[in-house]
Structures are given as C-alpha cells and as structure tokens.
C-alpha cells in the first residue's frame, strides 16, 4: 500500500508487527519531521523548479525521513542542507607525486584526501616481490614502509584533514603507518580523521585481495575496532562495501545482501570482542555500485537502509540513533562501461549518479567514460566530475528529499530488495547456526558466495550474448564506433625509483631492531588476547617493510588460497 | 570429423590481479562448448601452468588479464612453456588495449579477445588456434 507507507515500514515479511516503543525513533511523526527540517541550516539557493515554481521540500507521509527506519533517508532536509560529497577516487606514479596532488587539492578548497595503493601495496607486498614488476605505482601509490607514507603526507596538517584509504588485506599495516606519522608530526591519535576500507569478507567473496585465511583476518580487524574504539574516536577502521561484490558479478540483490550480512558479521565479531555495540557502530560506513537499471539501484539504496536501521534495533540491540543511521558511498558501475564507443559511457554514467542521488547517498564516485580500457585520462575524469555536477545543480532532484518515495514501483520495488536480501539472510544464519558470522564463514568456506556471483555473471553474460538483453554499443547500434583511443599510459620510471627508494630505506635502518620487532609481533600473533595493533605501530616505526611483517604473520596465520569453484 | 575429440584448456590467472569474473564465464562457455576445462584460479605462477598442462596434456592455455601487465605476463608464459618443450597455443582474453595487439602477437601470443567478444567466437578462437598450431607442427 504505497499511500500508506507507515504500515509497510511496521510489518515484518512475516507479517508481525515491529514493536516500534521509542516514539523519538519511530517514522511517523510530522510534527518532529517539521521541527527537524525548521532547525537546519539550508543551503542558499532557490527551491523552486527552473520555470520557477516553488516546491515544497517533501511531499508524501510517513516514514518521515531522518527517523526511523530511515527508508527516505538519514536527514530531515535531504539534500536541501548539504549535496552530497563527491569524492573521486584516483592516483598512481610516487609518494611525492601523490603528495603535491594532495596538497594541490587542499589549497583549492577539498577537505579530504583519498588514497589510491597500487596492486603489490594492496596485496601486502613490497615493490621488489617477483610479482610486483610492472604494477609498481600502477593503479595508486606504491607505500613499502613508512618512509613512503612520510613523503606521502608531507607538510599536511593531519589533525585538520580527513583522509580516505582504499585498502583491506594489510589495512591493519597502513594505519599503523598512518598513526606513526602523525606522532612523528606531533598529532595525537586521537586527533586523527578518516576511513580505511578494511572489508575483508567481500575479499573472499568477490575482489579477492585478501592475506590470510578468514578468521586470522577477522582477528586483526577486531583489534583495529578495539584500537580505534579507544583511542582514535575520529576514525572510521571499516568501510563495508558491495561495490566489488557487483562488479564481480552479482545482482542488486546479492550486493544489498552479502554487503549487509558482512556488516552484521562485523557487528557481531566486535560484540563478541566485548565491544559496545553503541560505541563502534555510529563509525560504520558503507559503499555501494549504482547500476543502470534505475529503479532497481534506488529500490536497493532505500532498502539498505531500512534493513539496517532494523536490524541493528531488533536484532542487535543498538540504543544510539547513529548506530541505526547507514551513512554510504556510491559509486557508478565500472563493469557497465563498455569499451565499444567509450563516449557513450557518459550517458550510462549519468543515469547511474542520479540514482545514486535519488537513492540519497551521502557521497558520490562518477566513472570516467574511457575507463573500461585503462586509468582514466583527466579529461574524462573531468566530465565525470562534471556530470554530478549536473545531476546536483541543474536537475533540481536535490530540492525534495526522497522526491519518490510514496511512488508504488518505488516503494515495491524497495519491499522487493528488502525481501530478497531476508532470503539470503536467512540462508546465511541456517549454514551459520543462527550466526550472520559463522554463515559467512561457513559461505567462504563452501563456495555458496562465489558461486551465487559466478551464476549471475554467467546468466547476465548469456542473455546478452542471446540477445535478450541489449546493450548499447555491444550486441545492438553497433555503427559508429572509431575505434580511436587515448588511454593513459604508465611509464617505468616510477618502478625504478620506488626499488631504489626500498632499497636505501633498508640500507638505512636498524635491522636487528627490525627482527626483534618482528620476533614479538609473531609471538603476539600467536596469542589471540594481545591486540596486534601496538606492536604493528613499533614495528612500522623500524622501518620495516609491509611485505616484512606481511611475512612474519604468515607464518603464524598462513596464507589463503582459494578454493577453485567453477 | 577430426573436430570430435575433446579439446582440453588449462585456463589461469597469473600474478595479483584478482579479476575472475572474465575467465569463470569463458570456464562455462568453453564447457558449454563441449571442451574439458581445467580451471587453475587465482595467483597462478607460469610453472604451475606449465605443470598443468603436462599433467593434464592440455592443447590449450587460455589467460585472462585486466591490469594492464599483458605485455609482462604474456609474452613469459609463452616462453614458459616454449621452454618446456610444450607447443600449445596461448589464448589472452581480457583488457588489451589495440596498440598492444600486434606487439603480443609478435611475442607468440596466438589470440586476443576483447571485450564484448561472443561466446561462439571465444570457443571457435580455441578450435582454431589449437588447429593453426598443429598444422605448423
């Protein structure tokens, strides 16, 4: 009953009603919607269409937005109060040379840095590993210990900027370089602001950067939730994200499901770590794919939410509002890209941004069109940036919040989303004994994650090579492609400097207290009560390499192969 | 018909990149196809593929490559397996850049799939590359 939305919002799939006993929290109050929307600050723009018809900045009932279970967004204002972040994601070449961007991009005006690692920094190990040859600063920075991490962030003022680290297997190494800096600058722990990906699970499930096997990696994650909880309460130690599990293949409902089961799987290890749920899950945060079936992505996006602020009310018993609020990013689809007439791309990336925006993402990644072939050029990362700039400035979908919510597709296809992801919920806590933890575990372990994303990928791939599904470019309207390309290309001198620069920084330090260091960090790893994370700091602080103490806890936790599921 | 035995394929992702997305459907399409795939997985160093097809007396090698380190990867498994003694085709499928082409073809690379090539062209790559290097032989 979409005119009715309240009742939809208070019934289980089940058909129990919820118990919704904290009135403050409960998403039908207009009158505490009102009173939300007339404290906040807006932004001082005209809130009227281009011909110049005022609108109102809501319409429909309840669930209100910025209340419980938070369907239409987190704020009483939308967009209204603030657009949403765009954040683009890049970076290749040195330390330095991502340095003098960073602080090219603080002088115009950004507040956050975000930071991209190449392939052997993502996969924990140094430049001059067998695999590293040709990927050295390819798709980042190339950060082998922290003499790196210094020139990366010279001459920044940490206690003032926040910074974003796309980074999961060796996180916990990264952010202990990221503190050792700030001391080094004088910052205290507890001044410093950020992210670090940190997702582990949706490793093994879809991207596949992972270390060391599931449980040894949920040990050290557990460590940073702690670590963090107590002394750094800026930053934010995890970024859950379905973003790779859609591009590896998935549908909007697997993405929706595995992401936020993988949440559940965070909360519940860290409660069982003896954390405060209240105390780690306001710094939570999520990143989702918008894909280009439009309804769909916004239906999911509305979904997240609403199954979020559920859960962690009814099932996990979190008491702070903050903690029931799902803050995401959002990002359009690399895997829709087509590398048949690129420019074509942008039309694709367009209609994805402004699901994003339509679903209310707090912040927003627009592709660049030549991205199916290479590292975007800066032209084409300029008109990506340039398209949500269209969608926030000249569209006017930013001068309602949730503008569709109360839309019967809409509002079903949100129910739908939320259905399938209980499905799969409901899977994952029968493989897990009633444990969203132990079900992914248990899913890692006997491939029911990624076969789901393998069957989809293959069924989408069909489809199209059937020709049921058309594809602009590809399988129809193929005339017109040039066949011109203008890829951004990597030269090998970044290489070479970066394995000089490794190899001067070991002959520099102090390696007996290297050894010593990595000595205690395997004994610590051997002894699941110890927090891993001061003596990651110490042993950063020697010197000694990422791939270094990769090694050393190798040996304690083993590596993870894959098991092959066709 | 010569065409009925069994094509065997040894298909492997070499070195960090993680993408299999690619190469899980080429392992259906193929199979579909009617031939025998031995699908490797990730992280696969060139001896192990070497071994592979030794074991396996595979007739094909197929590799999927999305991180730009085709003209590293590449032209080194064809020489891995040169060295060994064994002539099988390698197929790249993946992201390679046009300009790269004809450089990795020279190298011994037998074919290169794109993006947006058909099911019917990946596995009728396979047949030929496997026929054109046997009529070398």
């Known amino acids: 009953m979409p005119e009715q939305p309240a009742d939809l919002e208070n019934t289980d799939l089940d058909g129990t009603a919820h118990d919704n006993t904290d009135p403050s929290v409960d998403g039908d109050d207009r009158a505490a919607w009102q009173a939300a929307y007339d404290a906040t600050r807006l932004r001082d723009v005209p809130f009227e269409t281009m011909s110049g018809v005022p609108v109102d900045p809501l319409y429909g009932g309840a669930p209100y937005p910025g209340q419980y279970p938070y369907t239409r967004g987190l704020h009483a204002a939308g967009y209204r109060s603030r657009l949403w972040t765009m954040r683009m994601f890049a970076g290749f070449g040195t330390a330095e040379d991502t340095n003098a961007r960073f602080k090219e991009l603080l002088r115009a005006g950004g507040g956050g840095l975000s930071t991209a690692f190449d392939m052997p920094t993502l996969m924990g190990r140094d430049s001059d590993y067998e695999w590293s040859l040709g990927e050295v600063g390819h798709c980042g920075v190339a950060v082998d210990t922290l003499a790196d991490m210094e020139d990366l962030f010279a001459d920044i003022d940490l206690s003032t900027v926040s910074t974003s680290m796309t980074i999961n297997g060796p996180a916990a190494m990264i952010m202990a370089m990221y503190v050792a800096v700030g001391e080094k600058k004088g910052i205290k722990r507890s001044q410093l602001g950020g992210t670090i990906q940190n997702d582990i699970l949706k490793e093994y499930q879809a991207q596949k950067e992972y270390i060391f096997p599931p449980r040894p990696s949920m040990r050290i994650i557990t460590d940073m939730m702690k670590f963090t909880s107590a002394e750094m309460p800026k930053w934010h130690p995890i970024s859950i ?211 789901e994303i393998a069957d989809a990928a293959y069924r989408f791939e069909r489809e199209v090579n059937e020709g049921q599904r058309i594809i602009v470019g590809v399988n129809e309207f193929t005339e017109g492609d040039d066949g011109e390309r203008n890829l951004l290309r990597i030269g090998a001198e970044v290489e070479e400097y970066q394995l000089k620069r490794l190899q001067d920084v070991k002959q520099r330090r102090d390696s007996d207290a290297v050894d010593r260091v990595l000595a205690k960090l395997k004994t610590e790893a051997a002894d699941s009560e110890i927090n891993l994370m001061p003596t990651m700091i110490e042993a950063v602080k020697t010197f000694a390499t990422e791939g270094e103490i990769v090694a050393s806890l190798e040996e304690v936790f083993g590596t993870y192969v894959e098991k092959v599921f066709l | 018909m010569a065409q009925e035995q069994q094509l065997r394929v040894v298909l492997a992702k070499l070195g960090f990149d993680g993408h299999d997305r690619g190469i899980k459907i080429v392992a259906r399409i193929l199979r579909d196809a009617g031939m025998e795939v031995i699908y490797l997985g990730l992280r696969q160093s060139y001896k192990n593929v070497v071994n592979a097809v030794e074991q396996e007396d595979a007739d094909a090698v197929g590799l999927s490559m999305h991180n730009a380190s085709h003209m590293t990867l590449g032209p080194k498994m064809v020489d891995a397996l040169a060295e060994a003694g064994l002539e099988v085709p390698v197929i790249v499928g993946g992201i390679v850049p046009e300009e790269d082409v004809q450089p990795l073809m020279d190298k011994g690379v037998a074919v290169i799939l794109g993006p947006g090539a058909s099911a019917e062209e990946v596995a009728q790559a396979v047949r030929d590359s496997v026929a054109a290097m046997h009529a070398t032989q």
């Open chain 1, 241 to 451: 994200s379905g973003y790779h599990i859609r591009e590896a293949g998935s549908n909007a409902a697997q993405e929706l499901a595995f992401t936020l089961a993988n949440g559940f799987a965070y909360v519940e290890a860290a409660m069982a770590a003896g954390l405060d749920i209240d105390d780690f899950a306001p710094r939570l945060s999520f990143f989702f794919n918008s894909h280009s079936d439009f309804f769909e992505e916004i239906g999911k996006f509305r979904a997240a939410r609403r199954i979020w602020a559920r859960w962690m009310k009814e099932r996990y018993g979190a008491k702070n509002e903050k903690s029931l609020m799902m803050k995401f990013h959002t990002q359009t689809a690399g895997v829709s890209l087509t590398a048949q007439q690129a420019e074509i791309n942008i039309g694709r990336v367009a209609i994805q941004a402004l699901a994003g925006a339509l679903g209310g993402t707090q912040s927003l990644h627009t592709d660049a069109y030549d991205e199916a072939m290479a590292l975007p050029t800066e032209d084409a990362a300029r008109i990506a940036l340039r398209t949500q700039q269209i969608v926030a400035h000249e569209t006017g979908v930013t001068n309602v919040v949730d503008p569709l919510g109360g839309a019967p597709y809409v509002e079903w296809m949100t129910d739908e989303m939320e259905r399938r992801a209980e499905e799969i919920f409901a899977h994952l806590l029968d493989i897990g004994n009633d444990s969203i933890l132990e079900g992914a575990y248990a899913g890692i372990d006997d491939g029911y994650f990624v076969g």
